[in-house]
């Protein structure tokens, strides 16, 4: 009997971290997702791929708290956050960047991850990690975009995630700091944390994640690897469109 | 934060508490050197929600008006001391704060011209005829009140003193930096985990117990008033002026705004009204031209270039 039981607990893989189900989130009569499901695992990247409009920024907006679905159940770690608002999301563990860098203009780029930082975090090293340290003092208006993409990412640090969604942080990016990006992404997967990371280069999402979701019209039209996606039919209409009838 | 606190403290709030302690000694017009106080508390407690959450409420006299009926309206209808009518005034604007904490859903100008209206509903409710029996309504009040010139005075600046230690802490505090990224974008404080809504309704109420306290001191030093001089427009005006050119945000902004602005309204405004509207004029241009920050911001300025 014991010795069953320890058998269960090795074959049944560990309850999801995000567990979002059936999601939707209407804009006047515009459905921009539509019964949406999704699963991260502790550890996991998941990339959220999909054309423009096709609603992974608005399931990110969901899932974090600054938009509220018409309908749906979002989890983390077993614990409902629907309902929930922003704050209490990111102090229940849900950390974001934004596709545009959202920085706290009148702060210093310290100051920025300090309003945000848990107890205990230490926010030099989180610089130092993200390569700010040396911009600490200095306004936040005076670092460029890229820096302040980083920012955005260190600011998400500093309130110790468990879930991390990244929304297109690899744009504008050159291939070194992407390749450092894809680095520390990984790290973080490795020490635990959940990533769902949103982004429009195929090159950088096959280097960090595990599966992909493609979205289409707020609905997911597939769920796999990468490589598996390119060869799905419905993923390629939808990224190249469909193929013209051949005339008989 | 201790540090910061202190020395700011150390640098303006007591010398300003210091001369105004002196001045009934050097200058004798005790109604001016209590107008410079009130104004005073007004500017920084328009500082508190206007410098650590952008909201401008245009319609911020209604809690000095709210503070001032508060207290005649206690004196009125009970039989409490004076000293407790003031904190009555002061629970009347926090009340009247919450009741109006709904209004601070909306952005900019809807914000400003809501509380305007907000303030003249409260204006038109006490003047009303009807309630003649309760508020005076637009007969005013007149207070059998002992005149304690000395007593109102020192009370306004013991409130002032509470203010401008809230915006000191404000601006060293954890809580203030919250507020001040907040202010600067909003979503995204809430994803870093800052409660939003929560910090807004401090430093609203904060801001609204500051005037109510001060309209009741206002009332206590002139016992007989009509609703429309407490709930005059150019208190809000002034409040929001006096902070703007001297810096929102800062300590010594709204001090430097109350001293150069009303000082000129007193030295030329009452003498020669006409050069005092051009003077005032120009004076507000070159600001938004020059200091859109306020000119407290010129320290930072020379700061950071030096």
């Known amino acids: ?248 | 934060m201790r540090k910061g606190f202190v020395r700011e403290t150390a640098l303006v709030l007591l010398p300003l508490v210091v001369v105004l302690a002196v001045m009934p000694w050097l200058y004798n017009n005790q109604l001016l050197l209590l107008n410079i106080v009130v104004f005073l508390v007004l500017a920084q407690g328009l500082n508190l929600t206007y410098g650590f959450s952008g909201y401008l409420p245009f319609g911020y006299v209604g809690f000095f008006g709210a503070g001032a009926y508060g207290f005649a309206l206690t004196l009125m209808h009970t039989a409490a001391p004076p000293l407790l009518a003031v904190l009555v005034g002061g629970v009347a604007a926090l009340l009247a704060g919450l009741v109006l904490a709904p209004l601070l859903r909306l952005q900019g100008a809807y914000f400003g011209l809501a509380s305007l209206a907000a303030a003249e509903a409260l204006r038109h409710v006490i003047a009303n005829q009807d309630l003649s029996e309760i508020t005076g309504g637009p007969y005013g009040v007149r207070l059998d009140v002992p005149f304690r010139p000395v007593l109102t005075y020192g009370l306004a600046i013991g409130i002032l003193v509470l203010v401008m230690g809230l915006v000191a802490w404000l601006r060293q505090s954890r809580f203030g930096l919250r507020l001040r990224a907040a202010r600067d974008n909003p979503v995204s404080a809430a994803t870093a985990g800052i409660d939003v809504v929560h910090g807004r309704l401090v430093v609203w109420l904060a801001s609204a117990t500051a005037a109510g306290l001060i309209g009741a001191v206002y009332a206590w030093s002139a016992p007989t008033f009509f609703p429309e001089a407490v709930f005059d427009l150019s208190f809000s005006i002034f409040a929001i002026v006096f902070t703007l050119f001297g810096g929102a945000g800062t300590l010594v902004g709204p001090v430097i705004g109350v001293v150069v602005l009303y000082g000129a309204y007193n030295v030329i405004g009452v003498s020669a009204p006409k050069y005092f509207q051009l003077v005032y004029g120009l004076l507000i241009m070159a600001l938004v031209l020059f200091f859109p920050a306020g000119l407290a911001s010129l320290a930072v300025r020379r700061r950071r270039d030096g």
Request: charged share 25%.
């Open chain 1, 1 to 248: 009997m014991a010795d069953g039981a320890r058998a269960d607990t090795r074959t049944t893989p560990p309850p999801p971290l995000l567990r979002v189900t059936g999601i939707v989130k209407r804009f006047g009569g515009f459905t921009a997702l539509d019964g949406i499901d999704l699963t991260v695992r502790a550890g996991e990247i998941v990339g959220l791929i999909g054309p423009n409009g096709s609603g992974k920024t608005t399931l990110i907006n969901v899932v974090s708290g600054l938009l509220s679905a018409n309908a749906g159940e979002i989890s983390l770690d077993g614990r409902s956050l629907t309902g929930l608002p922003a704050h209490r999301r990111s102090a229940a563990g849900i950390g974001r960047t934004f596709q545009i860098p959202k920085p706290f203009a009148s702060l210093s780029v310290r100051q920025n991850l300090e309003v945000a930082a848990r107890d205990g975090v230490d926010i030099d090293a989180v610089l130092a990690d993200v390569e700010l340290d040396r911009h600490a003092a200095r306004p936040v208006s005076d670092l460029n975009s890229v820096s302040q993409k980083l920012l955005d990412l260190a600011r998400a640090l500093v309130t110790r995630p468990t879930l991390l969604l990244v929304d297109e942080l690899a744009c504008g990016l050159n291939p070194v700091e992407l390749a450092r990006v894809a680095e520390r992404l990984r790290a973080l997967a490795a020490a635990g944390i959940g990533l769902v990371v949103v982004e429009h280069l195929m090159s950088f999402i096959d280097s960090i994640t595990d599966r992909v979701v493609v979205m289409n019209a707020g609905r997911e039209i597939f769920g796999g690897r990468l490589r598996d996606a390119v060869q799905d039919r419905d993923v390629v209409e939808v990224f190249l469109g469909a193929p013209e009838p051949v005339a008989a």
